[in-house]
């Protein structure tokens, strides 16, 4: 069985100094060898500065000379209010989200509307005046969502200001909805895979509807604007049972791209993280009592008896969620209409993605198994330990014999 491998690298935020060329060189000159990869992803230091678009240039040449794509990581709604004045989301007591704090040197996760055609015209400039110059052969559409319950509540139940408040048949109403007490996150009372969730209260369901709306509808127009550029596109995606929350519709956007990456991160504690993001939501809708998370898990086909979406992991230990992973992959790859990469953690960091050998052969092993194209190492190359990187290539080996 073959299975391709795409690399994704962090050059640095928008603010920062990007990291050298040498680094990126010397990771990718050990890999490359020893795995099929087809694409490498990197990003998003702005280009303004002589060393970052040297940067982007020799990995260009660079990778060219092994006949591998290379794909600009561009955040879209997210992180970009660092550089243009952007309209905010607005909360549903009608309150704008204040940005948080952050340099533009790293991720903020601050978040704009992105129903707003001013955001989109400011955001896409962003892309004129740092990035169109250089040689990419296609652009990888990160943050193309609203905040997830990572964020809090506040940003899940976004946006309401006057253009989105004006999409709702009676946006009191949804207000009220919103702001009921339920038995399960939500009112969730079913889940059919896919990101299709049934809710006791059809206007929970208008609202999440709306909001994937908004997100496909400003995507045809931002992936108009690259198509006209001639890049290939490449989507960033939460897994699909988180998806509908952030709202994304898998299926919608799966027209619009070249291929989709669902961040399958079974043991990441950080926002895109299964565990972390699950918790999230558990605790931001009143239900993380033993009781409700169990009749959550139940809903979802997992086992109530074991500890998915542990918040703990070691070296050595197997991740249980990883073949609810593999399900949600394998639903996903039957029903979109462009080739599926799942995302899987290979970095190390302390507290946040401890990823070892063992998880990594799982993952693989699985994702593969559930028919997607390939494997997205992810989300930074260069903080992945040689001892993950070697195993990579041996189960992708393994599977060569």
Aim: contains cysteine; glycine residues 8%.
């Amino acid at each position: 069985m073959g299975c391709e491998i795409i690399l994704q690298i962090f050059s640095g935020g928008f603010l920062g100094e990007a990291v050298p060329f040498k680094a990126v060189e010397e990771k990718l000159s050990m890999v490359l060898p020893r795995l099929p990869v087809s694409k490498v992803i990197m990003g998003w230091a702005g280009g303004g500065s002589r060393e970052t678009r040297s940067l982007y240039e020799k990995t260009a040449v660079f990778l060219e000379k092994s006949n591998i794509e290379f794909y600009l990581w561009f955040p879209v709604f997210s992180e970009t209010g660092v550089l243009k004045s952007l309209d905010p989301l607005v909360d549903l007591h009608g309150r704008p989200l204040e940005s948080q704090s952050g340099s533009g040197k790293e991720e903020n996760f601050s978040f704009c509307c992105p129903g707003s055609r001013h955001n989109i015209e400011k955001i896409l400039e962003i892309f004129e005046e740092e990035f169109s110059s250089m040689p990419f052969s296609g652009i990888f559409l990160d943050k193309i969502r609203y905040p997830s319950f990572a964020q809090g509540q506040r940003g899940v139940f976004s946006c309401f200001c006057p253009h989105c408040a004006a999409e709702y048949a009676d946006p009191g109403q949804v207000r009220d909805a919103l702001s009921g007490t339920f038995s399960q996150p939500l009112g969730i009372n079913g889940y059919l895979g896919c990101g299709t969730y049934e809710f006791e209260d059809p206007l929970i369901m208008e609202f999440f509807s709306l909001k994937a709306g908004f997100i496909s509808r400003s995507m045809q127009r931002i992936c108009r604007y690259f198509r006209e550029k001639r890049l290939k596109i490449g989507f960033d995606v939460f897994a699909p049972f988180l998806a509908p929350f952030v709202g994304q519709d898998l299926r919608a956007l799966s027209e619009l791209c070249d291929f989709m990456k669902p961040m399958m991160y079974c043991i990441t504690r950080a926002p895109a993280g299964l565990p972390f993001e699950t918790e999230a939501l558990l605790c931001e809708t009143g239900c993380s009592n033993p009781e409700k998370r169990q009749r959550f898990h139940e809903i979802l086909g997992l086992d109530p008896r074991k500890l998915p979406f542990s918040l703990h992991s070691q070296q050595g230990e197997h991740a249980p969620e990883v073949n609810f992973a593999a399900r949600e992959l394998a639903n996903l790859v039957n029903s979109s209409s462009s080739p599926i990469y799942a995302g899987m953690e290979i970095n190390r960091k302390k507290n946040l993605a401890e990823v070892y050998p063992d998880y990594i052969e799982d993952a693989i092993t699985a994702y593969s198994g559930a028919g997607v194209r390939g494997i997205v190492l992810s989300w930074n190359l260069l903080d992945a330990p040689q001892e993950n990187l070697v195993r990579v290539g041996e189960v992708i080996e393994g599977m060569r014999t």
